[in-house]
């Protein structure tokens, strides 16, 4: 442990004296655009300008109106706005995109970042790429999409090809990488925390008794309806459920009533601002995250920002990111038995157990400059 605390330090050391003389650009959305990878960029972007002569590249127009109808942008919030983001880039026009590429290679960076987690950017980044003769280095948030469609393992195969190094979150996403590129250069470093969000004075507490939170888009694999199913088995409990319902609503709601817990199931269907975040998760007692797949989750590092322990299944990277009866409880995925039975376990310890010490603790392992570590020794060595 004192080696790797070392050359973790020397990293750290070569990568402040490289200040100036390394040229990084990082691609990706950042605010005002919605999202937990917009808000990646923009932390993730404060660290690297301490670092290097830096470039934030980010959309002129991220996605289509066609393919994505709801509105992309809040301006409620500049919380993670980045310094000097450039909005350059038209996803969707070729002639557009290859002039900001030229542009790019005209400043010579040693190190172009993309980040990926969709293969509608796969023209987009293998064009940039084509024209932009540096280093590749891809955060990959998910290296195939959630919802998966014909042609997304080609389209991702194509672009991560090209790519010289990878960064992931969870190791089951590394396995997914070595299925399509032959012995990747990647490293796999947890995912950082969203402590942005908890800055500032936290509100009261309204919601009394035990309360749970799930939090975030609701999409089936996110595993909702598992969730409800446990809350039969927790009749002193409270769920909060907060986030877009993508128009499936009326479907749980139809759920809350045949499973009896209409009582206790509260439900806030529509996009949280960021401004609003804080005050959920100083209503709850936990995070929840019963999903049913997963590659790692960006609301484990929201709750983790707000010292917030969290109860998940065993999927994805969430038993890399969360220590068993120590900053969170696991339980076994698809499971609402065994999810009933870890809440009420959660419960049995919490006076016991100091999780939100034990997130503290942790928070090294979290924390933007561990990333930007990790950036540097994959891209440029240890020097």
């Known amino acids: 442990m004192k080696s790797a605390g070392r050359a973790l330090q020397r990293t750290r050391q070569a990568a402040m004296a490289n200040k100036n003389k390394k040229r990084i650009v990082l691609i990706g959305p950042v605010f005002p655009y919605k999202g937990g990878i917009s808000h990646y960029t923009g932390l993730l972007s404060r660290t690297l300008n301490e670092r290097y002569e830096f470039r934030l590249i980010s959309w002129k127009m991220q996605y289509p109106k066609l393919l994505f109808p709801r509105e992309q942008k809040d301006y409620g919030n500049d919380g993670f706005k980045a310094e000097n983001a450039e909005y350059l880039i038209n996803t969707a026009d070729p002639i557009n995109i290859k002039k900001v590429a030229s542009d790019i290679a005209r400043w010579r960076p040693d190190l172009v970042i993309l980040e990926w987690w969709h293969p509608y950017f796969a023209p987009c980044y293998m064009l940039l790429q084509h024209f932009i003769p540096a280093k590749t280095l891809f955060i990959c948030h998910n290296v195939f999409p959630h919802e998966r469609f014909p042609l997304d393992k080609c389209l991702t195969r194509l672009t991560l090809k090209k790519g010289d190094f990878f960064i992931l979150h969870a190791e089951k996403e590394a396995t997914e990488l070595c ?205």
Not at 270 to 282: A, H, L, M, N, R
Not at 286 to 308: C, M
Not at 309 to 334: S, Y
């Open 179 to 383: 299925t399509i590129i032959p012995k990747p250069n990647y490293r796999v470093n947890v995912h950082p925390t969203y402590e942005a969000f908890a800055h500032g004075e936290m509100p009261d507490r309204i919601y009394n008794g035990k309360t749970l939170l799930f939090f975030g888009f609701v999409r089936p694999y996110k595993g909702l309806s598992v969730l409800l199913k446990a809350m039969q088995a927790l009749p002193d409990v409270k769920l909060l459920c907060v986030g877009d319902f993508d128009g499936k609503r009326g479907k749980y709601e139809e759920e809350i009533e045949e499973l009896g817990i209409a009582g206790r199931v509260e439900i806030t269907d529509g996009y949280i601002p960021d401004t609003e975040v804080k005050y959920w998760f100083s209503q709850c007692d936990a995070a929840v995250l019963p999903y049913t797949s997963a590659t790692q989750s960006g609301i484990a590092q929201i709750a983790f920002g707000f010292r917030k322990p969290v109860i998940a299944t065993t999927v994805g990277g969430l038993p890399e990111v969360i220590e068993d009866g120590k900053t969170g409880v696991l339980c076994k995925p698809d499971d609402p038995v065994d999810l009933a039975r870890g809440i009420e376990r959660f419960y049995a310890i919490r006076d016991e157990v100091p999780f939100a010490e034990n997130i503290e603790t942790e928070s090294g392992r979290f924390s933007w400059e561990a990333l930007a570590d990790t950036i540097h020794e994959l891209a440029f060595g240890v020097e």
